[in-house]
């Protein structure tokens, strides 16, 4: 069953912290002293401290001295909703002894936090009241309230639907804190942009204002706002397909809020981590996190974060074909739901209703509920993608096998439709991640219906699509994957053996290209495969002990994705791996076989690794297109100075020597030692060259696969070309015959 990741709801950044003292400073200097303390605990992230601060502090003030008592009521107030507690902080901020504060910047202070209480607790009505009152305060034209204002407003434009309304109040927010010298408001004001553009599924930009946000909050030493907005930069990358980097910053904004004393945030952070468990099949782990996650959410009062553990939760049984309880948890979250009025959130418990009718056969309700979310012009690309996905499957149980691949490929192309929101190359690389889970459902569908070659196109098209998109741009989107009979004439011409993988949850496949044939095959599903992987790498890399099975992980890796075409690929072949997933980290020249005499498969054969089977193809047409040519042009460069950590190479020189060997001198390039310089390369017009070698050394980047480098020449500051990022002239960057990404 298609499921992916739910949409979560991250922090919206709109606390309002006091950023100035107010214009009256209470009589007593002890007072004013307390009140700095309090105020810089919370700033810094201490809310246990702070509040204890603000306790005392009004346990001593005299009881007629109703500023003092309202200014640190208003403190606490505002510690209170950082911990997620805002029918707590309602209750502070109406209490009717000592009366009305005078100062007039304490009256506008509390009804914003009073608007903003309520916009938490969805009292939306109330909450638009509190605002208009508070715009014809006096004290709502000073800076600081002004800023906490706009971001209050701004946030309840978010909550009723009006992106436009709110963008203007977090911008003008912004540039108020900014001119004012409001660092901490500039922070609260970037971080809501950052969830605004999150909101409209525009990550990228999310994650640029959550950046800044941070940046700002570190110069503060602004612990809350540090934990929030790391925890918010995370779903950002998740949403992105960066799993590893999102991985990072929840489990930090985890540590870091359960230690401060911010169970909102610890909240949030876990609901993260667990989907990212969920992703990657861990259901014992995802469920601890997420039932760890309701807990919080229940003892907050937090109505809405109850229902999203409570819909993860019943996806998490849905996956353990529990259908009973997962009825339990959706049905608890439908409940909610219907009691909030939250029709967004409701549309993901109706997907889940829809794939536990369709388990049970109850296909009038699954359809029901499908074409609710499917209609509904709210529902994000994503949750479109899930819910056609879903479709296609209870098409498949109806037998209605056509209706069923209309709909994978409407479910499909609202994926494309997300990824193509993504303004950066590096995010559409890792985005399918997200959603892989809708491809695997496809891919299995038509290889049950032995529509192979189909299939193998839609893992090219997953594989391959940003990049090949520039090379296939004048092709419809549809035609951008490979048939079965083109990925046998690469192999053909090219004189290798092609092995192209996929991973699937509960079954992987395997395609064989040799120049007259092609074969599939079914391997197990990545449940037993990645654990192999980890082991293997982690032994090869030294970090098991000599006690640990060591090599049997690779012999078992062997006959897994080897074996069953042992016997086809003849020794001293030339094969080119496609991996898939967990496969991009395998050595496979590592693999040791089953022979008599156990070696490594480096041995018998000729590994290289590509993207995809397009991109071969690609290479190939460049290679023969050039071969007409007269001349093919070459760029050399390489054999750089010597950096920190990457000592010189010692056959550099000789490679140089070797490849410019076969060229005329009118038909290359060089550029070699102190001059091959990242500026070089760019003064040399790289995209006029039909093929560029570098000799150099290479290191690459998990997190941000387009920050992988090629080393140079130059300064230690900025050594690095970019060569995923400025290599895009050709899809091929060649030595000898071999393909080379």
């Known amino acids: 069953m298609a499921t992916g990741i739910r949409k979560l709801k991250t922090s919206l950044v709109l606390s309002l912290l006091l950023d100035t003292g107010c214009s009256r400073a209470p009589s007593p200097f002890v007072l004013s002293t307390a009140y700095r303390a309090a105020e810089g605990s919370l700033q810094r992230g201490d809310l246990r401290e702070s509040l204890s601060e603000t306790s005392d502090a009004l346990a001593k003030i005299d009881k007629r001295d109703a500023n003092s008592i309202w200014r640190f009521r208003l403190l606490e107030a505002e510690i209170l909703m950082w911990q997620g507690r805002s029918q707590d902080s309602l209750t502070v901020l109406k209490a009717v002894d000592p009366g009305e504060p005078s100062d007039s910047e304490l009256q506008a202070r509390r009804s914003t936090l009073q608007g903003t209480a309520e916009s938490n607790l969805q009292m939306l009505p109330q909450a638009a009241e509190t605002f208009a009152r508070t715009e014809s305060m006096p004290g709502a034209r000073l800076p600081g309230v002004r800023v906490d204002l706009d971001l209050g407003e701004g946030k309840l434009a978010v909550f009723r639907h009006d992106p436009v309304g709110s963008e203007r109040l977090f911008h003008n927010a912004l540039n108020l804190a900014l001119d004012s010298g409001l660092t901490f408001g ?378 069953p075409v042992e016997s086809l690929i003849a020794p001293q072949s030339r094969v080119v791996i496609v991996p898939d997933e967990e496969l991009c980290g395998v050595n496979f020249e590592t693999l040791i076989t089953t022979s008599k005499v156990p070696h490594y498969w480096i041995e018998d054969v000729s590994v290289t690794t590509a993207s995809s089977a397009a991109l071969l193809a690609y290479g190939g047409h460049q290679e023969r297109e050039a071969s007409r040519q007269k001349q093919r042009k070459l760029l050399l460069i390489g054999d750089p100075l010597p950096l920190a950590y990457y000592p010189p190479l010692p056959h550099a020189e000789e490679e140089i020597m070797l490849i410019k060997s076969h060229f005329v001198p009118e038909q290359e390039t060089i550029v070699s030692g102190g001059k091959a310089t990242p500026e070089a390369y760019f003064r040399a017009k790289p995209e006029q060259y039909d093929l560029i070698h570098f000799v150099a050394h290479g290191k690459a980047d998990r997190v941000t696969p387009l920050n992988s480098a090629i080393l140079l020449s130059g300064q230690a500051s900025s050594p690095n070309l970019l060569g995923s990022r400025y290599c895009q002239y050709k899809a091929v960057c060649q030595a000898g015959n071999d393909f080379s990404l």
Request: net charge negative.
């Open 186 to 563: 500039a922070s609260k004001a970037l971080g809501n942009l950052g969830m605004l553009k999150m909101s409209q599924n525009r990550y990228v930009d999310a994650a640029d204002y959550f950046s800044e946000s941070l940046a700002a909050a570190k110069k503060l030493n602004a612990q809350s706002l540090i934990v929030r907005t790391t925890g918010n930069l995370g779903w950002a990358y998740l949403q992105m397909g960066d799993l590893e980097r999102a991985s990072e910053l929840f489990d930090e904004s985890a540590s870091e809020s359960h230690r401060l004393g911010l169970p909102a945030d610890e909240k949030t952070a876990l609901m993260s981590i667990a989907a990212i468990h969920f992703m990657r099949h861990d259901f014992i782990t995802a469920e601890t996190s997420y039932q760890r996650a309701l807990e919080l959410a229940e003892q907050l009062g937090n109505r809405q974060e109850e229902a999203f553990a409570l819909i993860d939760l019943a996806q998490i049984e849905i996956e353990r074909k529990n259908y009973g309880a997962a009825e339990g948890y959706n049905k608890r979250s439908l409940e909610i739901e219907s009691a909030m009025g939250d029709h967004d959130t409701e549309l993901y418990s109706l997907v889940n209703e829809a794939q536990i009718a369709s388990l049970r056969q109850d296909y009038e309700t699954a359809e029901r509920c499908l074409m609710r979310v499917v209609h509904d012009r709210k529902a994000s690309p994503i949750l479109e993608a899930q819910a056609l996905s879903t479709f296609a499957t209870l098409d498949t149980q109806q037998n209605h096998f056509r209706a069923a691949e209309m709909h994978f490929e409407e479910a499909i192309a609202s994926l494309e439709t997300q990824r193509g929101l993504l303004s950066r190359e590096e995010f559409k690389l890792s985005f399918p991640t997200n959603e892989k889970a809708i491809y695997d459902d496809y891919i299995d569908f038509l290889i049950e219906r032995k529509l192979t070659d189909k299939a193998f196109r839609v893992t090219e098209m997953h594989k391959a699509r940003t990049l090949t998109e520039e090379f296939y741009s004048r092709n419809r989107p549809g035609s951008r994957g490979i048939s079965l009979a083109q990925a046998r004439k690469v192999a053909g011409r090219s004189g290798h053996t092609i092995l192209s993988y996929w991973l699937g949850p509960e079954r992987s496949y395997l395609w064989m290209f040799q120049a007259k044939e092609s074969h599939l095959y079914i391997l197990p599903g990545e449940d037993r495969i990645r654990p192999l992987v980890d082991a293997y790498r982690n032994h090869l890399t030294g970090a098991l002990s000599s006690l640990d099975r060591g090599d049997e992980e690779g012999k078992e890796l062997y006959q897994i994705l080897i074996a």
